[in-house]
């Protein structure tokens, strides 16, 4: 039995604002081609398939065209809910999908509805996919307190009691979607926790002899049998620097192999550091790239935003890492802030932004364009 681990598809995503359709396209076409190639038995997608509630009608193709070519493949899909995705409108169709292969897991009911494999009548393995569990939404339905912990360890008390009492001896497999202790996140995760309420220790899924992790987006293992497989696509600067990959798990005996299947890099992007005049002087070696630049300066150069645009056509984000700030942010009461001419927000902005307090020039132009556009609308 072959399972290969993926999650965190987030079909529907831009990285700053740049469509991905067509990385998330050439990533589902590697994924059916890999599933096909390898022999795969079924595909696990631990949550977050969109990347939004409502997902647009091109990351919802993307999606059926996918589960379509695997399952015309013999390939099936088991598929819980993140916390991007919308367990109501995921879940639709999910009982008759199940027949054909398409196990979509997003209600709590779901939690007890198990995915033998290969087949009820003859299960080598069994699979739980875990929804997203909102400790705010389910805590006082399960009688637990108010954490990721305690909802977590209820969910896999109920899984623990199922599997036993069906499968007895069979190698357990849980997919959930969760931030598990000792994991090492990145910039582009929704944060589920406020002062650690939100992490869960990897005991929580003792007796598994796999747990497919999602949410986190990069890949990596937390035990040898407790797994991130990260997003297949890089939707941060910080997780690129990190090869993106798949998990193949066969079960041959008591203890699974697993195995990577590292994901090819579909887009190139790089953070470029250094000072100005290096970092403009080196534009050419990152024309095809999507980039960050983080200048070293000590003093902030003017228009140095302008200038690197010019140089590099994929800037996408401009950081200082040395150069000082204007001092301490100035702590305002409601009132106050409340009470800001137009002006004084123009001017704080551009302080914030450029480093610099704003020039007269800049403020006269500002003050001119709102009262020329207030003219416009009266």
């Given at each position: 039995m072959r399972i290969l681990h993926t999650s965190d598809w987030h079909l529907g995503r831009t990285f700053f604002g740049v469509d991905q359709h067509a990385n998330q396209s050439r990533f589902l076409d590697f994924l059916v081609d890999t599933a096909t190639d390898r022999q795969v038995d079924a595909v696990l997608v631990s949550g977050d398939v969109y990347d939004r509630a409502i997902p647009n009608p091109e990351a919802m193709e993307l999606f059926d065209d996918a589960v379509g070519r695997l399952l015309a493949a013999g390939v099936r899909l088991v598929v819980s809910s993140g916390n991007h995705d919308s367990f109501v409108r995921l879940g639709v169709g999910r009982r008759q999908f199940d027949s054909v292969g398409l196990h979509i897991r997003t209600r709590l009911s779901d939690i007890t509805?198990?995915?033998?494999?290969?087949?009820?009548?003859?299960?080598?393995?069994?699979?739980?996919?875990?929804?997203?569990?909102?400790?705010?939404?389910?805590?006082?339905?399960?009688?637990?307190?108010?954490?990721?912990?305690?909802?977590?360890?209820?969910?896999?008390?109920?899984?623990?009691?199922?599997?036993?009492?069906?499968?007895?001896?069979?190698?357990?497999?849980?997919?959930?979607?969760?931030?598990?202790?000792?994991?090492?996140?990145?910039?582009?995760?929704?944060?589920?926790?406020?002062?650690g309420v939100g992490i869960a220790p990897a005991s929580v899924f003792a007796g598994t002899a796999y747990t497919a992790l999602g949410h986190l987006h990069k890949p990596q293992a937390i035990t040898p049998t407790v797994r991130y497989s990260g997003s297949p696509v890089p939707y941060s600067f910080s997780e690129a620097t990190v090869d993106k990959m798949m998990f193949l798990v066969d079960f041959l005996g008591a203890v699974p192999v697993v195995d990577t299947i590292a994901i090819p890099r579909f887009t190139r992007v790089e953070t470029v550091r250094g000072p100005i005049a290096d970092v403009l002087a080196r534009a050419?070696?990152?024309?095809?790239?999507?980039?960050?630049?983080?200048?070293?300066?000590?003093?902030?150069?003017?228009?140095?935003?302008?200038?690197?645009?010019?140089?590099?056509?994929?800037?996408?984000?401009?950081?200082?890492?040395?150069?000082p700030s204007l001092g301490p942010i100035r702590q305002s009461t409601p009132a106050q802030l409340a009470a800001r001419t137009d002006s004084e927000v123009f001017t704080e902005f551009i302080a914030d932004v450029t480093g610099r307090p704003a020039e007269p020039g800049q403020v006269a132009r500002f003050e001119s364009a709102l009262a020329a556009a207030r003219r416009e609308n009266a």
């Open positions: 509805w198990p995915v033998p494999l290969p087949s009820a009548e003859l299960p080598e393995i069994v699979v739980y996919g875990i929804p997203y569990l909102e400790p705010g939404l389910v805590h006082s339905r399960f009688g637990v307190e108010r954490t990721h912990t305690a909802v977590l360890g209820w969910a896999m008390e109920q899984v623990r009691h199922h599997a036993g009492t069906h499968f007895p001896g069979l190698p357990l497999v849980v997919m959930a979607h969760a931030f598990v202790g000792g994991g090492e996140g990145s910039e582009s995760e929704r944060d589920i926790g406020i002062g050419v070696d990152y024309a095809d790239a999507l980039t960050a630049v983080e200048l070293t300066d000590e003093q902030r150069t003017e228009n140095a935003l302008g200038k690197l645009k010019e140089a590099y056509p994929g800037l996408l984000r401009l950081t200082y890492s040395n150069a």
